[in-house]
């Protein structure tokens, strides 16, 4: 396949070629992040890109569809029986979407909602002011306890109670902790709310048995299928099949939340599904209902523990002073380097290691360069390391932080990181990229 790439154009082959370049010499710890296998590899490249499948299985606004509907039976059928969820919609393109597709569905333009203050860990979907979360819907955030760092649930019922808004959001995107789904529940219960569950940075850890799962009990899940599910970059919608708040929010007859949320997807806010990309989600969901994927969740939660640890041991800030799940994130200001996570990005960059920077609780500077450093360990436990090897990177990260600005210092770190993860190749012997 690359031997095509390379005769028609020689420029994005040889960026393809440095991409894995890059991937296979350094250390990957954006939490988001994950390196897919070759078979999900393959379903994105196959014949399926080709297909254009308006509607849903037996429902297609074009013929040709006998195998677009089997592939995309096959993909809700994995997916409910991995998280054991009523209805499955396969075809969001990716997590922004999904979770406009249920705001779509269940709320009308100006309803108030509840999500996790962005500064404390949630995600842009979830309010942000500048998204559409925050622009066309009334968005009142939830943050964390400014001592504990902590999500205080009986602060999220005092604001629910007091809000009333129709929809609640338990979610993260940069919180190193496990939520309580069942609690955000029975608040949406006493408050007649909608409870939606985004698990986009979990899922893996879920269907692993590593952390709590929202069902049965969650109205609506959304999940990307990347990230700790270690699938292709898209998403799925997760829902019961009844509403139970219909009858007080909505003036149509049909009590379906299926079809609701399906209605929301196409033709609401999408056209034709990506079928390729439905395909490797379905490799994905056999690849996860393996026993070994229990073992790989399992390990991410221990790489992630053993890496905050010895950070911590390193003099290196964590919030919450610690990780029950993949991530950590890293407060800068103890060091004296409030408003520096633009430059220490960089310094990673520069030793090979990848992280983000990220705001942290609190902090007084901007987003744009923030106090903080997000990072964790799905990638580098899919490479097979360990928790050697997550303290060998912690230490490295912990030089980098005091010396970010020495550039033999850096230059030596990578070089050791370098040495460090030959003996973990992501695709050896790739022979699609020679």
């Known amino acids: ?206 269907v692993g048995g590593v952390h709590d799962s929202p069902f049965p009990f969650t109205d609506v899940v959304t999940t990307t299928s990347h990230k700790t599910l270690r699938g292709p970059r898209g998403a799925i919608i997760m829902c019961k099949k009844e509403d139970r708040l219909h009858d007080k929010y909505h003036s149509h007859t049909d009590k379906n939340l299926a079809r609701l949320i399906d209605s929301a997807v196409f033709p609401g806010l999408q056209g034709g599904p990506h079928d390729h990309t439905t395909a490797a989600k379905a490799v994905a969901f056999e690849e996860a209902m393996k026993p070994e994927f229990k073992d790989y969740a399992n390990q991410i939660v221990k790489n992630a523990k053993a890496m905050a640890d010895e950070l911590m041991a390193q003099g290196v800030k964590l919030v919450t002073d610690g990780t029950d799940n993949h991530l950590m994130l890293i407060d800068l200001r103890p060091k004296g380097l409030g408003g520096k996570g633009k430059q220490l990005q960089s310094a990673m960059d520069k030793a090979n290691i990848t992280l983000n920077k990220n705001s942290v609780p609190f902090q007084e500077a901007s987003p744009f360069n923030p106090s903080g450093l997000r990072l964790g360990t799905p990638a580098v436990t899919t490479r097979g390391m360990k928790e050697d090897e997550m303290k060998f990177i912690a230490q490295c990260i912990a030089k980098v932080i005091d010396n970010y600005k020495d550039k033999a210092i850096l230059e030596k770190i990578r070089k050791e990181i370098m040495e460090m993860v030959g003996a973990f190749p992501i695709y050896p012997d790739f022979t699609m990229l020679e």
């Open 1 to 206: 396949m690359m031997t095509h790439i390379k005769e028609i154009d020689p420029e994005t082959h040889d960026l393809i070629l440095q991409e894995l370049n890059r991937i296979e010499n350094g250390v990957e710890l954006i939490p988001s992040e994950n390196f897919v296998s070759r078979a999900v590899l393959q379903a994105m490249g196959s014949v399926f890109t080709n297909k254009y499948s308006e509607g849903y299985p037996k429902r297609r606004y074009y013929g040709g569809q006998e195998f677009v509907d089997a592939i995309e039976k096959i993909a809700i059928d994995r997916a409910k029986k991995l998280f054991g969820a009523e209805h499955v919609n396969v075809q969001p393109y990716s997590g922004s979407p999904a979770n406009q597709a249920v705001f779509f569905a269940l709320l009308n333009l100006g309803d108030k909602f509840m999500g996790l203050d962005m500064s404390c860990g949630g995600h842009l979907t979830h309010g942000s002011p500048v998204n559409f979360s925050g622009i066309q819907y009334k968005a009142i955030p939830y943050a964390v306890d400014k001592d504990t760092e902590l999500i205080d649930m009986d602060e999220v019922r005092k604001i629910a109670l007091k809000e009333r808004p129709k929809m609640i959001i338990s979610s993260l995107t940069a919180y190193p902790r496990k939520l309580y789904f069942e609690e955000f529940q029975e608040i949406c219960e006493e408050v007649d709310a909608y409870h939606l569950s985004d698990i986009s940075h979990i899922a893996g850890l879920i």
